[in-house]
């Protein structure tokens, strides 16, 4: 396998909508992906309450506009189309102040052809608030665009401006039906098998959480999440619904964008990999693989976990039972550390390095 930034990278995708930009950008940095969506979206009203909603805000155009999500203002926007009300809907947001919760929803907007006037770089809903209450909002007609877990939260927090608030709500999410990639993805996450999961949304940590509960795996998933496994979130809202989760091990981007998120993961792997050098080679310790001289080889747990013992001293000679201790606890015999090291000596003999047995001592790391 060629070398890239995040080769031997297990990655698992918990996103439904829009994945696919995602699963893409991590694939082309060598990624290998899980996809296992935690949400599934439904829709929240029906072709006749849509045309009623779009018609209360021609009738009664807004002076401000709230949009929320992305994927919100798409499906507002291709509803709209689709009934023939496209136009409508678009003059009367263009009559309006129109702010975005989030890079996402003010690239939605643009792509429907509305101007945004404001952008909350945080991607927070409190951002939202303030902005709200520095251009004063009392009295005034103010249609937000909403998900599901939301509603509540924003519609309170508008009206207690003093505004006359107008939700308009597109589509909720739910916990997925379809939860067995996801019982996989908890599994994989506690057994070491994979290296980072990505939250794109708040409710997509919940979802896990709540699938994980439920198949009684969620210690293991905190667990993992909190150690060497990264939770990736895409922004504020995301990372904060994590750490309350007890996922502790957390990578946020500065931008709330996914090449942002990509990228952040890339800069953490890259910081945390270490090298070896080993006669006249190298080798980078990186998630679930090693990279020798620039050949990347996938390695299991047990693999990963005995080479990274020896690779701490090359040349040093490590006992069998260091290696039952450290790596399995105690809680094997040392056969199981000759078969792994069988397995990984069968991985490395087309490299340069060798694992080499000690006579009565136990083994160590060498060049070829």
């Not at 263009?94 to 975005?100: C, L, N, Q, S, Y």
Request: hydrophobic content about 45%; some cysteine; glycine content about 6%.
């Amino acid at each position: 396998m060629t070398e890239s930034p995040l080769s031997g990278v297990v990655v698992g995708v918990t996103a439904d909508r829009c994945c696919e930009e995602q699963v893409d950008l991590l694939v082309k940095r060598g990624a290998r992906v899980i996809h296992a969506p935690t949400l599934q979206t439904v829709p929240v009203v029906d072709e006749d309450e849509m045309r009623s909603s779009i018609d209360r805000l021609v009738a009664h155009p807004p002076e401000v506009v709230i949009l929320a999500t992305g994927s919100g203002v798409q499906a507002w926007s291709s509803a709209a189309h689709a009934l023939g009300m496209r136009d409508a809907l678009g003059s009367a947001v263009a009559g309006a102040t129109v702010v975005a919760q989030g890079t996402a929803s003010s690239d939605a907007a643009v792509a429907a052809g509305w101007a945004v006037d404001w952008t909350a770089a945080s991607g927070q809903s409190v951002d939202v608030i303030d902005h709200l209450r520095s251009i004063d909002v009392t009295g005034k007609r103010v249609a937000v665009q909403l998900d599901g877990d939301e509603v509540a939260h924003l519609v309170e927090a508008i009206s207690e401006l003093g505004a006359d608030v107008v939700p308009v709500s597109v589509h909720r999410w739910q916990t997925t039906d379809q939860t067995a990639p996801v019982v996989r993805l908890v599994e994989a996450a506690a057994d070491g098998r994979v290296d980072a999961v990505t939250f794109t949304s708040a409710p997509a940590v919940t979802g896990l959480v709540e699938i994980a509960e439920k198949a009684g795996l969620i210690d293991g998933l905190r667990t993992a999440l909190s150690s060497r496994v990264l939770a990736v979130c895409i922004g504020p809202m995301s990372a904060s619904t994590a750490e309350t989760s007890g996922f502790l091990n957390l990578v946020q981007p500065r931008r709330s964008r996914l090449s942002s998120m990509v990228n952040s993961l890339v800069t953490t792997v890259e910081q945390t990999q270490w090298s070896v050098p080993l006669g006249d080679s190298n080798i980078v310790i990186r998630a679930s693989a090693i990279v020798v001289d620039g050949s990347v080889i996938d390695l299991a747990p047990r693999e990963r976990d005995v080479l990274t013992r020896l690779a701490r001293r090359p040349g040093a000679v490590v006992a069998k039972d260091v290696l039952v201790r450290h790596v399995w606890q105690d809680r094997a015999e040392t056969h199981a550390v000759e078969t792994v090291v069988n397995r990984l000596r069968r991985r490395l003999d087309s490299t340069a390095v060798r694992i080499m047995t000690v006579h009565k001592r136990g083994y160590c790391l060498a060049p070829a």
